[in-house]
């Protein structure tokens, strides 16, 4: 098995490439080893000494570093571990876990799905594409709220994102929108 790496925009995360699928469907965002308990391959990767977080994603694994490890050092016990998962034959997540999908609502308004819309086809396969995800929370008296997750939380480039780039593309497709604010 061949494990590719990727450089994020985030200098605390890196992105795993393991060459095969790691969730068929949505996405899963473990913030700390205690929400783990339903993956088996984000518990095995929060034992590596210094991993402070993990996103799954379709067929990528981003790793969240703590701030006092370094990369040269924690690459190898990380990619020991997403190895020894991937020859477990375990599934990534266990039947019950939640999993993150794209919500809808029925009672959506207008705007709101136009916004739903544009997230899913134009912003979340270009972050994905930097090891993270950004979905849809809600759209109040024109502010949009969104969440950020994998490599796009805590990215040092992640205002600069949702200004100049979602901001704007919302805004001029979106006449309604005024402003986009991260869900802290």
């Avoid at 088996?40 to 379709?58: C, I, Q, R, T």
């Avoid at 594409?129 to 024109?142: L, P, W, Y």
């Avoid at 205002?159 to 919302?170: C, P, Q, R, V, Y």
């Amino acid at each position: 098995m061949f494990i590719q790496t990727e450089q994020t925009p985030n200098p605390a995360t890196l992105k795993f490439l393991p060459g095969q699928a790691v969730l068929a469907s949505g996405v899963a965002d473990f913030t700390d080893a205690a929400k783990a308990a339903t993956s088996p391959l984000a518990k095995g990767l929060f034992a590596v000494e210094g991993v402070a977080g993990v996103f799954l994603g379709s067929d990528f694994i981003t790793i969240t570093k703590k701030a006092d490890k370094d990369w040269a050092t924690l690459k190898p016990h990380v990619l020991a571990a997403i190895m020894d998962f991937f020859l477990s034959g375990l599934p990534a997540v266990s039947d019950n876990a939640p999993v993150a999908a794209a919500a809808s609502n029925e009672g959506d308004s207008d705007v709101i799905k136009q916004i739903r819309e544009l997230i899913e086809t134009r912003v979340r396969p270009a972050v994905a594409q930097d090891g993270g995800d950004i979905t849809f929370n809600r759209f109040e008296e024109g502010v949009v709220y969104l969440n950020l997750q994998g490599s796009c939380a805590g990215c040092p480039s992640s205002t600069a994102t949702l200004k100049s780039g979602i901001e704007n593309m919302l805004k001029h497709y979106i006449p309604e929108v005024k402003e986009v604010r991260q869900v802290a």
